[in-house]
């Protein structure tokens, strides 16, 4: 009978989790320029393969992390491969998170811009009421505002 062959150490996980993290960063980045641009359509491209790569780098980051020991004794060069991997990985991930809330702080102030606009509509168009008075109609009704979720 055949016996499964067995896990592979954390070190011999080192190169994988490198090239892992070298290809979110990648994909991060891509994502990034995407918002920067203007277009997020565009960072929704490889969506579920950076979903993906995401979930499994998050598992073998707590994997390599509860192995500090073991992996102290990986050749120094790979050390500073893996070391460089997530130092680029880190970079990346704060300009995005720079990127998404500017991406967000315009679309929040847009779609201020277009209630605000909406209400004053709805408030120019009033007419008078039977006594003369400028009537605003019942102001406490509210009203639904739909986006294109691909915009």
Do not use: C, W
Not at 16 to 26: S, V
Not at 102 to 107: D, F, I, L, P
């Amino acid at each position: 009978m055949n016996q499964p062959a067995p896990a592979p150490s954390m070190i011999e996980r080192m190169e994988p989790m490198i090239r892992l993290t070298e290809r979110l960063t990648t994909l991060i980045a891509e994502q990034a320029v995407a918002f920067e641009a203007g277009r997020p359509q565009d960072a929704a491209v490889n969506m579920e393969e950076t979903s993906r790569l995401a979930n499994l780098y998050r598992k073998e980051a707590v994997r390599f992390r509860a192995a500090r020991k073991e992996l102290m004794g990986a050749p120094v060069a790979l050390r500073r491969r893996l070391v460089r991997a997530t130092e680029a990985f880190d970079a990346v991930m704060a300009r995005q998170e720079r990127a998404l809330t500017a991406a967000k702080t315009v679309t929040e102030g847009l779609v201020h811009a277009i209630a605000t606009e909406v209400a004053n509509q709805r408030t120019a168009n009033a007419g008078y009421g039977p006594t003369g008075a400028r009537y605003v109609g019942n102001s406490s009704v509210a009203s639904a505002i739909a986006l294109n979720q691909r915009a």
